[in-house]
């Protein structure tokens, strides 16, 4: 008779980039969280593992550094195959259009496949590109992967342009766990429930439209006393701050720039 084993499952994930981002950050909230009853291996199409920095002791994880191509979604099909059926992992898990060749590459199927799409870059910022609209049909919508969408905005986008069927495509929304030490901390902190706190935590990227956040704040301050905290670091920072002057706003908008611990503003958030 075998003996059963209580090995982790293995989940294969597959990023653009293990560089910490939104994606790479929630995937680390949950890989701490269930610690050890997973086997998690991560590929990034730019060989950067820098958020493997985040996960702690508890958490079974290798990075799998590969030869990448450059060349559309089919360059490194044959390569990405190889590897799935060499790692046979219990599920591949891709992440966003910039890890799309591994849906190439696990068709037809060698392994359980979920994709997760949590937004776009520059290049989609503004609207969806045919080209890509119909690859996601095709390796997502014809092989009948499950996907999974974080706005309702990225629901529509997935039924309507890209034309998955409803029944593959899942929201699950991204929610922000409170660890009980900093909900109370900001019960203890000298918060004034007289002026409203907004706050956003960020890439400063062009896609990011931050300046949108900026301008309704103005418009919010107008009324009544509030203040605007923006966490995050990128390229449009000084264009953000000189938007925020420009609309005389500047004295009530505080750029905190990148934290290794975003929780420790969170908690000023009312908004």
Known sequence: MPTQTNSPRVLLHAFSTFTLGGPQARFVQLANAFGPRYRHIIAAMDNCFDAGERLGPQVNWLPLPLPVQKGGALANRAAFRQVIQ?????????????????????????????????????????????????TRRVLLGWAGKPVVVISHNLQRIATQVWKLPERQVMFIPNGVAIPELYIQKRALAQVSQAQLTIGTVAGLRPEKNIARLIKAFAAVRARQSARLLVVGGGPELPALQALATQLGVAADVEFAGYLADPISRLIEFDL
């Open 86 to 134: 060499a790692q046979q992992p219990d599920l591949l898990l891709s992440y966003n259009w910039g890890a799309i060749e591994w849906a190439a590459a696990n068709w037809p199927q060698v392994v359980p496949h979920v994709h997760v799409e949590d937004g776009f870059s520059a290049a989609e910022a503004t609207r969806q590109l045919p080209r890509r609209a119909w």
